[in-house]
């Protein structure tokens, strides 16, 4: 998935219209595919960062092949992400987890977030979509009312509040958008931010380095 657009304009993106939940249309979509009363599996075979690691969040359960790497960037150009990892991630890896992740904006290669529990498990990129369509073909084959009934609880237990991701993206839109924040990502978009063959390979390691270097 292609993380947000930093050259895009947030006020624009800031000012869209509420979804059905009431909420930011980026949030909406999120939070809807969350309590879907069905079961919704993310295969990650390459960089789920940013936005994309809000979106396979978002899904109940994440495999992902050793060619994997998820993380949340944000805190290296200056903003609180937007799309609800600190609400979701601390209730999927724990507390400590989840400040290591958000707070260094580092790259979590595959395996890292197998252990850490960003992701359900590790497998090889030759057999991933054939597991995960079995084990799709497996849940299809169970009654949907139970599968539906099972879903709800474990959503009820789980599930954080609209509020805190309301907080999570009101807190982007007011850090990502600071004066101080733009001689940092132009560096970036000199060094291929956004574009193919540039530094979007090793994002974080990018980031940490330029960072050290400023």
């Known amino acids: 998935m292609a993380h947000w657009d930093l050259l895009s304009n947030s006020a624009r993106v800031a000012g869209m219209p509420p ?3 009431g909420l930011h249309p980026y949030l909406d979509n999120f939070v809807r595919l969350s309590r879907l009363p069905v079961a919704t599996i993310s295969l990650i075979r390459g960089r789920a960062r940013g936005a994309g690691s809000e979106f396979v969040l ?3 359960i994440r495999f992902a092949s050793e060619n994997a790497v998820l993380g949340q960037f944000e805190v290296g150009v200056g903003a609180v992400p937007g799309g609800g990892p600190m609400a979701r991630l601390g209730r999927t890896v724990g ?3 989840a400040l290591e992740i958000l707070l260094g904006g580092d790259d979590i290669p595959a395996a890292q977030a197998a252990e850490y529990g960003y992701v359900n498990r590790l497998l090889p990129d030759a057999d991933i979509e054939g597991f995960t369509d079995a084990f799709a073909r497996r849940i299809a084959t169970f009654e949907k009312t139970a ?3 099972i879903k709800k609880l474990v959503d009820v237990a789980t599930l954080p509040p609209d509020h805190e991701f ?3 993206l ?3 839109f007011a850090t990502a958008s600071r ?3 733009r001689p940092f990502i132009q560096l970036l978009l000199d060094k291929g931010l956004q574009q193919p063959g540039g530094i979007e ?5 990018a980031i940490g380095e330029l960072r050290r270097n400023l």
């Open 201 to 205: 390979t090793n994002l974080g390691t």
């Open 19 to 21: 979804g059905r939940t």
């Open 147 to 149: 599968v539906a009934g």
């Open 170 to 172: 009101d807190a982007y």
């Open 166 to 168: 309301r907080q999570g």
């Open 179 to 181: 004066p101080e924040n």
């Open 95 to 97: 507390r400590g987890r």
């Open 58 to 60: 978002a899904t109940d």
